[in-house]
């Protein structure tokens, strides 16, 4: 997701600040770099760490399940459930054959 | 089902610039890192896809693992507590352009079968799903009516027992 100033700035109880050191070329940049794509520095900032973010949470392949989650998952795996839903979900791709092999 | 496209692995061909959904988070990620990921087998990344390179819709699959090392001897029924293998279906887009068309059941259909087959040759219990933040409301329903379920420290993340897609394949 794309986070926006002012999605959170209407709303400061959903709003956390957090502040950090920037060297100061780095920041330097930044402001420029913010200014000649129209965006103020704290929209440009927020929109960059999202992504990495959202790229870093799913390249974790190891997910750690506390003692509630574990029940759940335990009881999915021991108690089957009928599904009607998922069979008709399923049966939309009943003829179709595997797709074809990576190429790149 | 549309006329002229079909499930691909993504290739050179594919047009990922073109691509436009709903979710900025994974539009960046088909233009920007899903090449990168497939290339790399961080993830597959497959596309619903024309002949001429039209991406109409995208999911990723990859492999994971559920540590339940958490859980107590006495609710382990019978299991170790050796991490659970499962798959990730973790991105999950349809273009603007082909909504209101059923590409987003016919591609989870796709995805759950793919996670399947590969389940019967490398081991996995179970699908998750990852919800981006900004999904639509249609797609978080979807995902609950064919049994996927939310988990409480993660609700973003859903879980589906792969068991319950291969009962349901089996009596296609």
Known sequence: MIYRTDMFMSDPANADRVDIRLPRQLKERIRKIAAQTGRSMSDFIITAITEKVDATETSIERWQLDEDDSRIVMDLLTQPRDNPELRALMALTASESPSAPATT | ?172
């Open chain 2, 1 to 172: 089902m549309l006329d002229g496209f079909e499930l691909q692995q993504l290739a050179a061909h594919h047009r990922r610039d073109r691509f436009n959904c709903r979710a900025d988070s994974l539009n960046a990620f088909i233009r920007k890192n899903a090449k990168n990921q497939h290339k790399n087998r961080t993830t597959r990344v497959y596309v619903y896809a024309s002949a001429e390179g039209v991406i109409a819709a995208f999911f990723t699959l990859s492999a994971h693992l559920l540590d339940v090392s958490g859980l107590p001897e006495s609710l382990l029924k019978g299991r170790t507590h050796l991490p659970i293998p499962a798959t990730l279906l973790g991105r999950f887009a349809v273009d603007r352009t082909y909504e209101g068309q059923g590409i987003g059941r016919l591609l989870l259909s796709y995805a759950l079968r793919e996670a399947y087959r590969s389940s019967q040759i490398v081991a996995s219990a179970f699908v998750l799903l990852d919800v981006a933040q900004d999904a639509s409301t249609q797609a978080v329903h979807l995902y609950r009516r064919c049994g996927f379920i939310s988990l409480p420290s993660h609700p973003q993340r859903m879980i589906l027992p792969m068991d319950e897609i291969g009962a349901s394949v089996s009596a296609d």
